[in-house]
């Protein structure tokens, strides 16, 4: 086209900055435009009030006697060789705008010739898809870093695993049941359980819940891998993650599910008072009653009296709403797996592998 310079810019309400530039742009202009002059832009002022989508010369945007008392024109623009040009605006958001910048010497003739507006024009719609897929794409990548991150806080194991059974993802909790050799491991890229028989399922079950299979076979499931150590099983639940019947296994997966029936949470007194409101002697009544203790030796324990503990324990019931032990350990013992941090969840997993 004749241009000297050509760059991609965004516009917010802090900056005004190239983003990508063409190859020959002297790299001290394009520093110099980011740090100082793409502030004082008088294209980009006019731009702000332009329709997206139109390739419009630098003439129609500013009057020669803006351009040429300016800062901006006789500072950056002319040294550099970008008195003149074409601009178009391709993505405007609520507070931000991409736009095109088309730059070149300053001539007798006017740079935006018609034959050069209409070539701008003809790849403004490129731009304008391109920018579109890379929001899209990094919109997309945001969103999974999020649901990873998700899967990688919870504390029982999560695997996803492929129709092909290559494991795709494994979160903390999943990778530490992997890693103690009981019951769980990876061979070739493969999620795999002790034991022929439950191998054998879990595999079964992965390729129906990633890939489909007749109309009266249930996708997924539950099932319990063995453990060698005598350990009491794991408990694992298929769920199918695919929309539905597919002959392309490689594009399917399912989502792995694992529980450790030995894995028992160790709560914090400061966590219970917080949780239901309890005063400190309440809170470790009712630590002790999930940990299994009776009465009695919670009375000898903290050398209180059992109609003492009696009564701590009758408040506890009243501030969760419960009114059996049994009730009351279920409600704790849900309330600390909700509460504890990612590591702790790791770190007491390990302990106990």
């Not at 004082?40 to 500013?62: C, E, N, T, Y």
């Not at 006017?110 to 897929?133: K, N, W, Y």
């Not at 890379?134 to 919870?154: E, F, G, K, M, P």
């Not at 009375?299 to 969760?320: C, G, N, W, Y």
Request: net charge neutral; hydrophobic share 40%; glycine share 10%.
């Amino acid at each position: 086209m004749g241009a000297t310079g050509c760059a991609l810019l965004i516009t917010d309400r802090e900056r005004n900055v190239i983003t990508s530039r063409s190859a020959g742009a002297d790299p001290a202009a394009v520093m110099a435009y980011n740090d100082h002059y793409g502030e004082l832009d008088i294209v980009v002022a006019a731009l702000q009030s332009m329709p997206a989508g139109r390739a419009l010369p630098f003439k129609l945007l500013a009057t020669p006697e803006q351009f040429a008392g300016s800062e901006f024109y006789n500072d950056w623009s002319l040294p550099n060789d970008y008195g003149d040009g074409l601009g178009s605006v391709l993505i405007r958001g609520r507070d931000s705008m991409a736009w095109l910048a088309v730059a070149a010497k300053t001539a007798a003739d006017p740079f935006g010739s018609p034959e050069r507006i209409a070539l701008v024009q003809a790849l403004v719609g490129h731009l304008q898809q391109a920018i579109r897929t890379q929001v899209r794409l990094t919109d997309l990548d945001r969103r999974n870093a999020d649901l990873i991150a998700a899967l990688d806080s919870l504390s029982d194991g999560v695997a996803i695993v492929g129709g092909d059974g290559r494991l795709v993802h494994m979160n903390p909790a999943a990778a530490a049941m992997v890693a103690a050799a009981d019951g769980l491991g990876v061979r070739s890229g493969h999620l795999v359980a002790t034991g022929e028989r439950a191998d054998s399922t879990l595999g079964r079950m992965v390729y129906q819940a990633s890939v489909g299979g007749p109309a009266d076979v249930a996708a997924g499931g539950c099932l319990a891998i063995p453990r060698p150590s005598g350990r009491r099983p794991y408990v694992a639940r298929v769920i199918p993650l695919g929309t539905g019947v597919s002959t392309d296994v490689a594009a399917q997966s399912a989502l792995l599910v694992i529980a450790d029936p030995e894995r028992e949470p160790e709560p914090e007194a400061d966590t219970l008072r917080r949780l239901y409101g309890l005063t400190k002697t309440e809170a470790e009544v009712a630590r002790r009653v999930l940990g299994g203790s009776g009465l009695r030796p919670i009375a000898d324990e903290m050398s209180l009296s059992l109609p003492t503990i009696r009564s701590h324990l009758q408040h506890v019931f009243l501030k969760t709403g419960t009114h059996r032990q049994a009730e009351l350990v279920r409600l704790l013992i849900g309330g600390l797996a909700a509460t504890r941090r990612p590591e702790e969840r790791r770190g007491r997993h390990r302990a106990g592998s």
